[in-house]
């Protein structure tokens, strides 16, 4: 009988070891491919300074925030909560460690993120974020906005899913139309309305737009816009003959073509990369490249991964410009759609390698011979060392194990043993 | 300048990235060496409800735990804190998935706990732990016990520590000699004296058992029962000369014969194993065998892991009898102590493998493939792609990386690179 409410608390993963093999599986295969392009770990703490946290932030991040009590022995520190992304901890990191840190600092941070959101399906107050980004000293090449997308587009191979499209576009397009405009003082309306264009029916931005008093002609002009889509050369070439003389639009077209045809060589067609113009990122904090990933058979999904470049990582902390470009995969609510499609099989993933199942205690030290030798060779073995009928030890190998090895009287006596593996009852011999 | 203060906080560790990667090297040999025995990973969340945290605890740790402040969308949850150490949620993780599991549960968990101790030099807040346990359903035998510590003696190889001796007892031990001298309603003092025998002279320790009451000859039992070490053999035929009938002293005999017996086939000598009576553990949560290990050329890091037999994980959650065996490696104090002892070379540990350095843009697609290609056999590349002098860009090269290859005009032409050693300038050709 239960003492008390033993459930994990609403909206934090749990996961049984099969399923957190898998997860687990997923995250270090992202890892192995941010390592593979040269992007250095850090880990920062969970737990932070309230008024570092919330240098920028304010608005719904203040809402959602977990603040930490102090405890008698903390009492005179400052105010603390736990950490809700990657980046802010990391312009904290950047300032801190300037003077011992190499520039194009190339981070990788993986770890969990904390938002107190209202519990509901598919929304996580404690999830695995995967993010790598590129930090400059005084300025950073465009070059790299190419390499933190080929990073996340060869870190997406883990995933179960077939096909990825990259949809990439530069807020100085935008920027610069509006300008061109003359709209600037709305921009951020603007760029909120064709944040949102995707999800609804064209009349709805198109009135959305005409609500703040943009005339017919303008917001065509801006739909127009908007619509521009496809691959590199053909995208780029519309852009062009647009004609604008305005600079920001111009930075905006010859740094997505930049990015684009350096994708082209980074990625040998592996994944289908577009320019569109309906990606600018919600945030206002991405100044040039922003950029999302879907998976096309699976649209329902959303973005797999996204990201931009950002002008100045740490402005709230210090004076020194660092321009940064980077990305992030949310492992957590990724792996629960995976799941949801059944993407995932557990069963696929148990942990041990091969299970060995001595008959009596007087096979003990034969299988431990045996499994210190398979260990050597980085397997994963279990020895069942319960006395429990022979049935009941197979049925522990059954759902633990992906081999089972009997180790009797006979197998000790010969040195031979048979492997059999547990999903097809294929039988392999092996010898000591 | 600084707008902020931007320095962790205190008690919390934070790294530079070769540090950081010699940090992981140690985390992720210690989880391979645990997947190796065959135990399965899981992870519970960093919040639990603080019922269930300190459905036990009381004391010290109500303290220390830091509590989590509920925002406006979590407000109607109930009291949240974090997580001060595995063993709890995974009482917790038991019972909620208690029909799900196979038992015995072979599982480890390595992550953060929290603490919110004294800030002072090698106490952290927050904290890795490297935890292994096995849970059995109704009971479990004690060569698990064995199996605990011999896997926790393999994960230990990954340290930069050249020997280690483990220190092996039995509760049952301390516990049936006080039965037998008729002191059993004060065992948790002497239990505590006992456990702090070694950290004072002898006369301390006589004198606080003296304080207790306790006749001198009675005092005598206690401190040459205390006084037994050695190895397995020599050990037990002490313990058997001391003639004592109880029921509870000879369970432990018993006990410490089969782990420190089925220790010497797992072990083959990779570490000096002893049976050690001063080994009690603090925590009363201990029933039955205990351990600790320490590295006898560095005495004063103290334990670096330890453990023991409790006989049930979940009393405060069920009525299901749970008993279990556990061990746990405190990384985060151990990878500081290893630093001070200058036991940890962050200039060895770049994770980078090869940096290419294009000395042009024309460079840059050369570079790419080579960089693809080697990628494929899992080496961790970086490519150089800001505009820098060259001998700036060898700097960054020395700085991250253990090799660099220059890609200059004759290198795409020829398809020849040298890849060259930047510890020991050794040169080797390489072709596309």
Request: aromatic share 8%; proline share 4%; glycine share 6%.
């Amino acid at each position: 009988m239960k003492k008390f409410n033993t459930s994990p608390i609403s909206g934090m993963q749990e996961l049984l070891p099969n399923l957190q093999a898998e997860f687990n599986h997923l995250k270090t295969g992202i890892a192995e491919a941010f390592y593979r392009h040269g992007f250095q770990n850090i880990e920062t703490p969970t737990i932070e300074r309230t008024e570092v946290l919330l240098a920028k932030a304010g608005g719904d991040t203040e809402k959602q925030i977990y603040k930490v009590v102090k405890t008698a022995e903390t009492a005179s520190d400052a105010d603390q909560a736990l950490r809700f992304d990657h980046t802010v901890p990391l312009a904290r990191y950047v300032v801190e460690h300037m003077n011992d840190l190499t520039f194009p600092f190339k981070v990788t941070q993986i770890g969990r993120n904390f938002r107190g959101e209202r519990a509901q399906k598919g929304r996580f107050r404690e999830f695995y974020q995967c993010d790598v980004d590129v930090i400059g000293w005084q300025k950073l090449p465009i070059a790299y906005d190419a390499e933190v997308i080929a990073t996340l587009i060869d870190a997406l191979q883990i995933l179960p899913l077939d096909k990825y499209q990259v949809r990439v576009s530069n807020r100085k397009l935008l920027a610069g139309l509006l300008e061109e405009l003359d709209l600037s003082t709305q921009s951020t309306e603007i760029f909120d309305i064709v944040d949102h264009a995707e999800k609804v029916p064209e009349e709805a931005t198109i009135q959305a737009l005409a609500q703040l008093q943009i005339s017919p002609d303008t917001v065509v002009k801006i739909t127009t816009f908007t619509k521009i889509n496809g691959p590199c050369k053909e995208a780029i070439a519309k852009l062009k003959a647009l004609n604008f003389t305005n600079a920001t639009f111009n930075d905006g077209v010859r740094e997505l073509e930049q990015v684009l045809s350096a994708l082209e060589h980074k990625n040998n067609g592996k994944v289908a990369i577009i320019a569109d113009m309906l990606i600018v990122r919600g945030l206002d904090y991405y100044t040039g490249t922003v950029f999302e990933t879907i998976a096309p058979s699976y649209r329902e999904i959303g973005s797999v991964c996204s990201g931009g470049r950002y002008e100045n990582l740490a402005q709230n902390y210090t004076d020194q410009p660092l321009p940064g470009v980077g990305g992030s995969i949310g492992l957590t609510r990724l792996f629960y759609v995976l799941r949801e499609h059944n993407l995932i099989q557990a069963s696929l993933s148990k942990p041990i390698d091969i299970c060995l199942i001595p008959i009596t205690e007087n096979e003990f030290p034969t299988a431990e011979e045996l499994a210190a030798k398979l260990r050597k060779h980085n397997y994963n073995i279990d020895i069942f060392l319960a006395d429990k009928k022979l049935s009941d030890k197979i049925k522990y190998a059954d759902k633990t194990a992906q081999n089972i090895i009997i180790v009797g009287e006979s197998e000790v006596q010969s040195g031979n043993f048979q492997i059999k593996n547990l999903a097809t009852g294929e039988q392999k011999a092996l010898t000591l």
